[in-house]
């Protein structure tokens, strides 16, 4: 129940975006990402009970 709850709040608080977003100026400041070679995906589907 413990990590579900700090999992929870630290969503709460953006911390998951806000950690993705060092991760990437990190990365690009040393040159590490290669942006002709990005994509973004987002799909989302309905789970229907049978």
Same mark, same amino acid.
């Given at each position: 129940?413990?990590?579900? %709850? %700090? +999992?929870? $709040?630290?969503?709460? &608080?953006? @911390?998951? !975006?806000? /950690?993705? %977003? /060092?991760? /990437? #100026? $990190? ?5 590490? /990402?290669d942006?002709? %070679?990005?994509? +973004? #995906? !987002?799909?989302s @589907? *309905? &789970?229907? !009970? *049978?």
């Open positions: 129940m413990t990590a579900f %709850r %700090r +999992i929870t $709040e630290w969503t709460e &608080a953006t @911390v998951w !975006a806000k /950690l993705h %977003r /060092l991760v /990437l #100026d $990190e990365l690009g400041s040393r040159g590490g /990402l942006w002709s %070679r990005y994509a +973004i #995906d !987002a799909v @589907v *309905r &789970a229907t !009970a *049978r």
